[in-house]
């Protein structure tokens, strides 16, 4: 009974930590190799009018702190630059990030890429796109 309950106890312990030792290091720069989307107007993709219009960009994601989960950072365009935090599922795979207009949702792949769709509806103005990030090297 002692060494069933003693072994019950080890076994809870390493299921329990080996998510936490698994989760990917996001910090580092992360630039688009594709994006594409549509908008009524963003702070990225100003316009006058409010017609949805089909746009695509270069983005760069600078993730600069990390703790366990969660990651801070900011996200930038030729046009703006904007906070971002975010987080790694229990998955190790799904992430989800909030930025001040709007949310990415996505997954890393097994390529070391990171696919995320963006959707935003502020102020009167929507968007939605999808972009490949690469982590770039140090």
């Not at 630039?31 to 107007?41: F, P």
């Not at 229990?90 to 769709?117: A, C, K, Q, W």
Request: hydrophobic letters at 40%; aromatic letters at 8%.
């Amino acid at each position: 009974m002692r060494l069933a309950l003693c072994c019950t106890l080890a076994w809870l312990l390493c299921a329990t930590a080996a998510p936490a030792a698994d989760v990917p290091d996001m910090r580092g720069t992360w630039r688009t190799t594709a994006h594409e989307g549509i908008t009524t107007g963003s702070r990225h993709f100003p316009q006058a009018d409010q017609a949805p219009r089909f746009v695509s960009g270069e983005f760069a994601m600078e993730i600069t702190a990390q703790e366990g989960r969660r990651f801070l950072g900011v996200k930038k365009s030729a046009k703006h630059q904007e906070k971002i935090m975010g987080l790694v599922a229990y998955d190790n795979v799904t992430v989800h990030i909030l930025e001040e207009e709007g949310n990415f949702h996505g997954r890393l792949l097994p390529d070391g890429s990171m696919e995320l769709v963006y959707s935003h509806d502020a102020g009167g103005r929507q968007a939605i796109g999808i972009a490949l990030y690469v982590k770039q090297k140090p």
